[in-house]
């Protein structure tokens, strides 16, 4: 890839990252519906590591990650590791075994979206005195889950666009 298009990409990558961050983080906690705030930043990293691989997806991951985190204010970057590693997975993956395509993109992302909610309920669970009743969050984290999947209908097309021209620029495909 050259500067220039390599300088370009960043810049979409971390346009899109802000514009994304903007929305979970500023507009959506001021629009709850019904008491919920959507995960989009897990869902533009799922959507970048299917599209573009496991390089690109890692670390996009990682900052999308320290996004949500900060998002969220959650401790110890718990959504930091969980991102990072989806995006090294997901693009591994996508590299490799699955398929790029929107049937692929919403399954990854609500398998990612499931495990985002197991890692937000679990310590509330297991370690909040007193301890909040499992039967009381997974409602609310089912109802978050399919709220971040219908925002993820939109968010698709932004990272197809964006895989498809990082596939113009780099006709070779992914850089491995």
């Known amino acids: 890839m050259k500067k220039k298009a390599l300088f370009i990409s960043i810049f979409l990558h971390t346009l899109l990252l802000m514009l994304v961050y903007v929305f979970q983080g500023v507009i959506f906690p001021f629009m709850r519906l019904g008491g919920l705030v959507p995960l989009l930043l897990p869902v533009t990293a799922t959507g970048i590591a299917l599209y573009e691989g496991r390089d690109t997806g890692g670390v996009v991951g990682l900052f999308a990650g ?28 996508a590299d490799t075994v699955i398929l790029r395509g929107f049937v692929t993109y919403y399954i990854s992302c609500a398998v990612v979206l499931v495990i985002s909610a197991f890692v937000q309920v679990f310590p509330i669970v297991a370690f909040s005195d007193p301890a909040i009743p499992l ?42």
């Open 66 to 93: 320290i996004l949500c985190d900060v998002s969220f204010n959650r401790p110890a970057g718990t959504f930091t590791v969980l991102l990072t590693l989806t995006g090294l997975i997901i693009g591994t993956l």
């Open 135 to 176: 039967h009381e969050l997974l409602p609310i984290a089912i109802q978050q889950t399919a709220y971040s999947l219908i925002l993820a209908f939109p968010i698709w097309f932004f990272v197809r666009a964006l895989g498809n021209w990082a596939d113009k620029i780099a006709p070779s495909g992914r850089t491995y």
